[in-house]
């Protein structure tokens, strides 16, 4: 542009695109929920909640606005602690599931909660829509054009290779609609969900038997994918990746030691973030002994990250070869693609819909420091510069989709 | 005021930086993260300042003098985190050289950190705008508009649009000027960017005359377009003499 000579693009066009793949559908997820939000409980008085929703929290406890500030808080704290429990039980199911290889099971398991998600809450999100902006359907066509759109969901996200946009698309969809039943529930009920499901990821992730570290350690170990709800921004570009892959593997040689002069002091530089993969190796009861080797060397890198609930454990893999496994599609697999859990979706939009029941401003901040706490914080642009196509899985939080 | 009007207020104070932001700032991933970090450190220091501050508001309507300390303590500090951007900044900037390096690819352009610094002042700018702009239209969509007594004759969305305009393009006009004066340590760069601050701050103190917002709306334009003057001359001067330099050799 204003450099006269043809100069060849520099870093700056490319160093962080894949966080802004993620902040991208980050963002859409959480600026629907707050277009929801508003709209329905602008106009709604509170005769018009979702039959589901309301009976989920009326399992454990239903606050009343009538009851005394003790009593709900002990009343959401019960609740929260119930629901961990269920979703901690409910891992371990999982984990045991998919250890006996009951991978079948497990996805159409998987497949039928994202139907019921897509189906039932998206047709009472879709109907709360109809009523409240007068838009007239019969009941035959709302009923068919909500099957088409479930099946064609769940056929994207769990079964048939689909454009990748569609396949985000729904996945968003999903997000979206289970965070908006989460914001329906009573106020200090949601707090307390938020926190204690806060503290369940990274009792879960950071406990040598945390059920999701177990899980992904055995997935890992299998090479195999999780069968879960996993968003992933993957980049489409085939030519760029042998490339890539020839960085990967000038930098195992030799550039770890070269980069360990750039480190902050508060951001752990490349070489102690190897020193951990080795001791979380050794500590992993040689669970992934046989794939330390040649074919499939596995880091893991375990990132204190400046956002507390976002203290998750950043998975790297790599697949030197043999990486075709069946369900990724032929040239897409194995490309640096950053992963995130739709847990994290959920949680991020249930506080950015939470905040936007009382004011803007509260939900611009509390994006603002989101977004600082997954894309631009130091850790994550100093991660980028070393590991410029790092390949980070971040830990799945299925359960929270699940129940 | 309605949906209508409220758009174009917002188009109004915003309309510049939506510009920027998609025919500069969007098309590089890098850029954005960088405006996301600036909006973020604005907010950090709003956030500081109104703690700090809310154990003396609200003031009485009569001390006018309150104000100036209010903005010349806001000013100070602001001016603060800038210095404090620039150090992050200056860091991040060894880093991403030391990375060009190891991937071979050319370092970074003296256009290229220009533009980093555009995208950290327009994410000043932009949470500035949101803050102080975007806040008073959003709860105010209805068939109405809303004058206040000292200025009778401006709605006063229209005044707040047009303040958050200028405060918008001199936020981020004066980081790109910081930048570069930091960078190559000319005094005189340094030195203005304060005083622009605290003089467009102060302009807008005018306001609270009767009649007054006649005279410090202007007003603040006028520092808006110097400072864009400024940082164009600034530019201009780079950019004739990498020019000169590229004759040269």
């Known amino acids: 542009m204003a450099d006269p000579n043809p100069t060849p693009p520099s870093i700056l066009s490319t160093l962080g695109e894949e966080i802004i793949r993620i902040i991208v559908p980050v963002s859409t997820c959480m600026l629907i929920v707050v277009l929801l939000v508003t709209a329905l409980s602008s106009s709604s008085s509170s005769s018009q909640t979702l039959t589901l929703t309301s009976s989920i929290a009326g399992i454990a406890y239903s606050e009343s606005p009538s009851d005394s ?28 599931l998919f250890y006996f290889r009951f991978t079948g099971f497990l996805k159409s398991y998987m497949a039928f909660s994202s139907f019921v998600v897509l189906s039932f809450l998206g047709a009472e999100v879709c109907l709360l829509l109809v009523s409240h902006f007068g838009f007239a359907i019969d009941a035959v066509s709302f009923s068919i054009v909500m099957f088409n759109f479930s099946v064609v969901g769940v056929m994207s996200v769990f079964l048939i290779k689909m454009p990748i946009l569609v396949t985000q698309g729904y996945l968003v969809a999903i997000a979206v609609l289970v965070a908006y039943c989460f914001t329906m529930l009573p106020e200090w009920t949601t707090w307390a969900l938020l926190v204690s499901m806060a503290l369940y990821d990274l009792g879960a992730v950071l406990l040598p038997v945390g059920p999701l570290r177990l899980l992904v350690e055995l997935a890992m170990s299998r090479d195999e994918e999780l069968p879960a709800l996993v968003y992933e921004a993957r980049p489409v570009e085939a030519p760029v990746n042998s490339r890539r892959r020839v960085w990967r593997g000038r930098r195992n040689s030799d550039n770890l030691n070269g980069s360990s002069n750039i480190g902050t002091d508060s951001v752990p530089n490349s070489d102690s973030l190897t020193e951990r993969r080795d001791i979380g190796e050794n500590q992993s009861s040689n669970l992934n002994d046989s794939t330390v080797g040649e074919l499939l060397p596995e880091t893991r890198l375990v990132i204190d990250d400046v956002g507390s609930e976002l203290r998750a454990a950043l998975l790297r893999r790599e697949l030197e070869g043999g990486e075709g496994d069946g369900f990724e599609g032929i040239g897409l697999g194995s490309t640096g693609a950053i992963k995130l859990g739709l847990g994290d979706f959920i949680f991020y939009s249930v506080l950015v819909g939470r905040a936007a029941l009382y004011d803007y401003m509260t939900v611009y901040a509390c994006y603002l420091a989101i977004i600082a706490g997954l894309g631009p914080s130091p850790n994550m642009v100093l991660l980028v510069s070393f590991w410029a196509r790092i390949d980070p899985l971040y830990l799945i939080r299925t359960a929270e989709v699940k129940a | 005021m309605t949906v209508a009007a409220g758009v174009g207020y917002a188009l109004i104070s915003l309309g510049p930086a939506l510009s920027i932001f998609v025919s500069v700032v969007s098309t590089k991933p890098f850029l954005v993260l960088t405006l996301l970090s600036g909006t973020l450190f604005w907010l950090i220091s709003l956030i500081v300042l109104s703690a700090a501050w809310r154990a003396f508001l609200p003031f009485p309507s009569s001390a006018w003098w309150q104000y100036v300390i209010l903005i010349l303590t806001s000013v100070a500090f602001q001016e603060g985190i800038r210095l404090v951007f620039w150090k992050l900044y200056k860091r991040l900037e060894d880093m991403l050289d030391a990375f060009a390096d190891r991937v071979s690819k050319p370092r ?98 005018i306001n609270l005359a009767p009649g007054g917002c006649v005279v410090g709306v202007p007003l603040l334009c006028i520092v808006m377009a110097v400072t864009l003057q400024y940082c164009w001359k600034i530019v201009w001067r780079r950019l004739t003499e990498n020019r000169n330099r590229e004759i040269v050799s």
Not at chain 2, 125 to 143: K, N, R
Not at chain 2, 181 to 187: Q, V
Not at chain 2, 192 to 202: E, F, G, K, L
């Open chain 1, 69 to 96: 500030l003790w009593d709900k808080l002990k009343g959401a704290a019960f609740y929260s602690a119930v629901f961990v429990a269920v979703i901690t039980a409910l891992t371990f199911v999982l984990f045991l």
């Open chain 2, 108 to 205: 970074l352009y003296w256009t290229d950190k220009m533009q980093i610094a555009l995208a950290g002042g327009l994410g000043h700018g932009v949470a500035h705008a949101v803050f102080f702009c975007l806040s008073l239209l959003t709860p105010a969509f209805g068939p109405a508009t809303y004058y206040v007594n000292r200025c009778s004759h401006i709605p006063l969305f229209l005044v707040s649009a047009i303040i958050s305009l200028g405060f918008v393009m001199i936020h981020t006009f004066s980081m790109v000027i910081a930048f570069n004066g930091y960078a190559e340590g000319r005094k005189a760069d340094q030195f203005i960017i304060p005083v622009i601050h605290t003089i467009s701050a102060i302009t807008t103190l």
